[in-house]
């Protein structure tokens, strides 16, 4: 290290003081043509980040959690803060510098570097967002749908089934081939560790990339977590791939913004979050959309950020930040999560401006008469203590909600086909099976699956059927006069 410092002191020529050690935090005097995200390095082999300059001091960022004394040389790189980015880091556990955490037989070090604060595309290379993204989680499908390109955050108490929601998404999107970039800012060790053994035993590791840091890192680099993970993300994009980037999740990594402020004594605003908070994720959100490509090809950055709330209170600062600068959010209720319902995705609290308009008219007209339909189940519910006095159609009614309940409800990891979702959806909605309880229709619903993933034919009648059904009514009809020759 000590030779390092003196090659980027004898590169660049300058040097300056460590006056001041706040913790993570270090006041440098001198370096007078220090620019902001330049990496400096002391001369007792501590790198760091320059975040902020005023007159006198450069503030300086460290990305080590050995402590630098006062009085410590400091010397520029002439270098911005840079990720290591290659195809070979697909498959493995990386830090967010690059640096694999994980190593398996055929590792080979990336060689490419990439800034970590790339500048935003502007409207000329940014495209309408017209495909849509299949998750594989039939609630968000049908009701919530979602598009290649969007930004949706995902918010919801601890312990509701974010993780869960993300972790099957990231299995559907890598089983298509596309990349999918996995930011765990601040996590346990041994939580990154299950992330990774579920992607390997679902064999789609090759496909994602899980960029790590736990409590026990450098502030600096829990900091730098997500913006390397996007950074990742634009190289991908930049290769022609569709890439989907999971940021679990950012009001941890606002906190460790907030403590970082607050040991450089900034001004602190509400709830002592510093007055840029909105800012820096909002720069860091706007990379993400669908993107023109040279040769006439296009790739596209869906984003996936998380949020966490107290007792499900969506006002809180920075959920209400994040809600602002994304194209929608899906709510994971307690309240659902509590009855037994998986994913516990609160679907009127939720909301999608983008993924709709990628839809069929199929879907849309699914969706619009789905969602109408379960409000009024909602309202039907409170009416059940009246048992025999209730009228046919209100019987009739309460036991198509429960099947359709049932069909919305899906255990961890399964993920389902969005053809298969739309078939199973005409089979409950054209024919309720009143003579069946919640189990049977569950068994039916996992036999169907089965016969799905395990029968080429039938699936091939399944798409089929579903792709020439262009409205409602005709899947309808198509399902009620060829039922009999599919099942």
């Given amino acids: 290290m000590t030779e390092d410092f003196a090659k980027a002191l004898n590169e660049v020529g300058e040097i ?8 993570s935090v270090v006041y440098v005097r001198g370096l007078p043509t220090a620019t902001p995200r330049e990496v400096v390095i002391f001369e007792s082999g501590q790198f760091g980040e320059v975040l902020f300059l005023t007159e006198d001091f450069a503030e300086v960022l460290l990305f080590s959690t050995e402590p630098v004394k006062a009085g410590t040389k400091v010397a520029r790189t002439n270098q911005m803060v840079s990720v290591l980015v290659g195809e070979e880091q697909l498959g493995f556990i990386i830090d967010p510098l690059g ?20 500048k935003t595309p502007g409207l000329e290379n940014r495209l309408p967002i017209t495909r849509p993204l299949e998750t594989g ?11 290649m390109g969007q930004r949706e955050l995902i918010i919801g108490d601890r312990k509701t089934g974010k993780s869960a929601f993300l972790q099957q998404t990231a299995l559907s999107v890598a089983s298509k081939g596309h990349v999918c970039i996995y930011a765990a800012v601040a996590k346990k060790r041994n939580t990154i560790k299950r992330l990774e053994d579920f992607f390997v035993e679902t064999g789609v590791m090759k496909n994602i990339i899980i960029v790590a840091s736990t409590p026990q890192d ?52 509400r ?45 809180g600062y920075i959920q209400t930040n994040l809600m602002s600068m994304t194209d929608g959010h899906i709510f994971f209720d307690a309240d659902i999560f509590s009855r ?4 516990a ?34 309202k039907m519910q409170s009416y059940t203590h009246f048992g025999a006095e209730l009228s046919a ?77 262009d409205s409602l009514e005709t899947l309808l009809e198509k399902i009620r006069t060829q039922a009999t020759q599919l099942l």
């Fill in 340 to 343: 037994g319902r998986r994913p």
């Fill in 393 to 469: 159609t209100v019987k009739q009614s309460l036991q198509k909600g429960e099947k359709m309940t049932t069909l919305l409800d899906q255990t961890f990891p399964q993920t389902i086909p969005l053809s298969l979702q739309i078939f199973l959806f005409g089979l409950l909605w054209q024919s309720p099976r009143v003579d069946q309880n919640t189990a049977q229709t569950r068994e039916y619903i996992n036999k169907i699956i089965s016969a799905y993933n395990q029968n080429a034919d039938f699936k091939g009648k399944v798409e089929k059927l579903v792709s020439l059904s």
């Fill in 99 to 118: 640096v694999p955490l994980s190593f398996s037989t055929g590792y080979k070090k990336a060689t490419l570097r990439r800034s970590v604060d790339e």
């Fill in 345 to 378: 995705v609160n679907t009127f609290l939720s909301v999608t401006r983008v993924g709709r308009q990628t839809q069929t008219p199929l879907l849309r007209q699914i969706s619009r008469e789905l969602t109408s339909f379960l409000a009024n189940f909602e």
């Fill in 271 to 315: 709830d002592s979050y510093p007055v840029d908070i909105f800012h820096l994720h909002a720069r860091l959100l706007e990379r993400a959309g669908s993107f023109a490509l040279s040769g006439g090809k296009a790739a596209s950055i869906t984003a996936l950020p998380t949020a966490e709330t107290n007792m499900g209170d969506l006002s």
């Fill in 218 to 269: 450098p502030t600096g680099l829990i900091f730098l977590t997500p913006f390397s993970a996007m950074t990742l993300a634009e190289y991908y994009r930049d290769q022609g791939r569709d890439v989907v980037i999971i940021l679990d999740d950012l009001t941890a990594h606002a906190k460790f913004y907030r403590e970082i402020s607050l040991l450089a004594r900034r001004f602190p605003g």
């Fill in 16 to 23: 300056g003081y460590a006056e001041q050690v706040l913790g």
């Fill in 137 to 147: 989680v039939t609630v968000v499908d049908l009701l919530v749908p979602l598009a």
